[in-house]
């Protein structure tokens, strides 16, 4: 099944083990955060089962605890997700002509931040786009931010206070990963559109909130890719 | 369950849902090849892993710690360039990470 170099369901999760790794214990501390902000259990994990977008959940109980309007609170977590429309596309254009999105109705749904990076980097490394890989690859991190959040949510503040350095490094996951996946990836013609993405993300970060940086890293260093191409 | 948790969660998972999934339904992007919109989604992977790895790494750098991310992301780097594999650079640079901050306290 792997003979092509495809990218199997088993091959999915194992690559999908250092995001895992990294959503559990940010998960656990979303679990912590809610239900110290006087959020039940099941609720805690129904904004992780249904919203599954990290920062946009840590935002939604300050949005809810403060009292804020339904349409507020909702056009607001909405539009920090807004980046999330360019993923599916970028992903299908990487994968190539032919690329199987018949069930994309349901893995699409673990196409987080990080998922989308990895699946990227298993191309780049030669793997061919499989809707298998992709289930794979987004099965355990979602189960991870799950049960995350149901864990940190029954273990209640402070549950890892006692383990300062086993939380240090659970923190330095993500980037971790970011860092690898973008040496995963690395090109020469991808330097110009690496750095001013990076550098569009400090600015924008600086100047407005770290969504805007976001936002405004992807968007600045897809432009660049544009007017980079363009003139060669 | 409070109603206003139950809405706002379902309001704001379908947009989510539908940000990931229409845009791979409708073919969004497709046949741009060479176009500038082929051009963008084909930059918008580095560039969106780039903006993530900054986004991710601010924290640390703010925090003004030198050893334990210096550490961390030498790791990375090393194992990366030993092994070429995402899954162990990126243990590798939270056990690193974990050692210098052990180290530091």
């Known amino acids: 099944m792997d003979a092509q170099g495809e990218e199997t369901f088993t091959a999915g999760l194992i690559t999908a083990l250092p995001i895992g790794l990294g959503y559990f214990p940010i998960a656990f501390a979303f679990g912590v955060a809610a239900t110290g902000a006087g959020f039940s259990g099941w609720e805690a994990a129904a904004l992780s089962v249904i919203i599954y977008a990290g920062a946009s959940q840590f935002l939604a109980l300050a949005l809810l605890t403060s009292g804020a309007a339904l349409p507020v609170a909702a056009f607001t977590l909405i539009a920090m997700n807004l980046r999330h429309v360019l993923y599916g596309p970028a992903l299908m254009k990487a994968a190539g002509e032919g690329a199987g999105k018949r069930h994309a109705w349901a893995w699409a749904w673990g196409l987080t931040d990080e998922v989308f990076g990895a699946a990227l980097g298993e191309i780049a490394r030669g793997k061919r786009f499989s809707e298998a890989g992709m289930f794979g690859l987004g099965l355990l991190p979602y189960a991870a931010w799950v049960g995350g959040t149901v864990a940190g949510a029954l273990a209640g503040g402070g549950a890892l206070d006692g383990w300062p350095v086993l939380e240090a490094g659970l923190s330095f996951l993500l980037p971790a990963l970011f860092l690898a996946l973008l040496l995963s990836i690395l090109t020469r013609p991808q330097m110009p559109v690496i750095a001013v993405a990076g550098l569009a993300c400090v600015g924008g970060t600086m100047a407005v909130s770290a969504t805007a940086g976001i936002l405004g890293g992807m968007v600045a260093g897809a432009l660049a890719g544009v007017v980079r191409r363009g003139r060669g | ?105």
Do not use: Q
Request: aromatic share 10%; net charge positive; charged share 10%.
């Open chain 2, 1 to 105: 369950m409070r109603w206003e948790v139950l809405a706002l969660a379902l309001i704001v998972g379908a947009a989510n849902w539908g940000f990931r999934y229409l845009p791979i339904r409708f073919g969004l992007g497709s046949g741009a090849e060479g176009g500038m919109l082929g051009r963008f989604l084909a930059s918008v992977g580095p560039a969106a892993i780039a903006t993530l790895f900054v986004a991710s790494s601010l924290p640390f750098v703010a925090g003004g710690a030198v050893l334990a991310p210096g550490l961390g992301t030498a790791a990375v780097v090393a194992v990366w360039l030993w092994r070429r594999s995402v899954v162990l650079a990126t243990l590798a640079g939270a056990v690193a990470y974990a050692a210098g901050v052990a180290l530091a306290g």
